[in-house]
């Protein structure tokens, strides 16, 4: 099963692009589940998320919809706290849980999370916080890119994440790897120039051409033959950009 979205839904300069003019903030993310069965959760990352966001997510979503949920960022960028916080977090998606609705976890690491013991350590501290959830692990270090670090994922039960990102020196390269039920790959663009420098919106602000998503149907049929279950991401958010691509994705996937 393959599920195309983007990252985030809930964008101001989407409204024209892809919102109809007048659309209420609580109304977007039913407006979206209308064109999409899936999405991440991103506001997680950036405080500690309360039940009611996810029971809101969960009642404005058909039974069918799924999500991803990226950990708070005091489990990733700052590895400050620890089980009791996790126990918090696994309170908070609770409504996901209960309706099916959870596909995993995405647990995005900075680029200084760099591959050593000491980290190592925490990956399986984090999967024995979180118990059977499945939880996905996003890289920005190539220095993680070894045949035993993909040992140690699938050993752990945990799912590595695929990116698309410039080929900048020191990233991860476009590595297709599947290490547990779920496989994902995240579209964050391709612009090089603005990657370091200004602002998250300028990182991620590119649109994929026709010829660079085909490049990517073969590798996400293999990654699906694979896994029981397939996610795909644009993070290009930009004035709707990743919308545009995740479009034309989902209808490249339907006439293979």
């Given at each position: 099963m393959i599920y195309v979205g983007t990252s985030g839904y809930s964008y101001k300069d989407w409204i024209g692009p892809f919102y109809p003019e007048g659309i209420k903030d609580s109304e977007m993310l039913e407006y979206y589940s209308l064109h999409f069965s899936f999405t991440e959760v991103n506001s997680s990352f950036?405080?500690?998320?309360?039940?009611?966001?996810?029971?809101?997510?969960?009642?404005?979503?058909?039974?069918?919809?799924?999500?991803?949920?990226?950990?708070?960022?005091?489990?990733?960028?700052?590895?400050?706290?620890?089980?009791?916080?996790?126990k918090q977090f696994i309170y908070a998606i609770r409504p996901l849980l209960e309706s099916g609705k959870l596909i995993c976890l995405l647990a995005q690491f900075p680029y200084s999370f760099h591959c050593n013991n000491e980290n190592i350590d925490y990956l399986r501290k984090l999967k024995d916080w979180f118990e059977d959830?499945?939880?996905?692990?996003?890289?920005?270090?190539?220095?993680?890119?070894?045949?035993?670090?993909?040992?140690?994922?699938?050993?752990?039960?945990?799912?590595?994440?695929?990116?698309?990102?410039?080929?900048?020196?020191?990233?991860?390269?476009?590595?297709?790897?599947?290490?547990?039920?779920?496989?994902?790959?995240?579209?964050?663009?391709?612009?090089?120039?603005?990657?370091?420098?200004?602002?998250?919106?300028?990182?991620?602000?590119?649109?994929?051409s026709t010829e660079e998503l085909t490049e990517w149907v073969p590798r996400i049929k293999k990654m699906d033959s694979i896994s029981i279950i397939t996610v795909i991401a644009f993070n290009n958010h930009p004035i709707g950009k990743a919308v545009a691509n995740a479009k034309t994705l989902m209808a490249m996937l339907s006439d293979k």
């Open positions: 950036y405080h500690m998320p309360r039940l009611q966001l996810f029971e809101s997510l969960s009642r404005k979503t058909p039974d069918d919809f799924k999500f991803a949920v990226k950990l708070f960022g005091g489990f990733t960028h700052e590895r400050n706290i620890g089980e009791m916080e996790a959830l499945e939880i996905n692990v996003e890289f920005r270090n190539n220095g993680w890119i070894k045949t035993e670090v993909m040992q140690l994922l699938r050993e752990e039960g945990l799912g590595f994440v695929c990116v698309d990102e410039p080929r900048i020196r020191g990233l991860v390269k476009n590595v297709i790897a599947v290490t547990s039920r779920v496989s994902y790959l995240r579209m964050h663009g391709r612009n090089a120039s603005k990657w370091y420098g200004g602002d998250g919106s300028d990182r991620y602000n590119y649109l994929y």
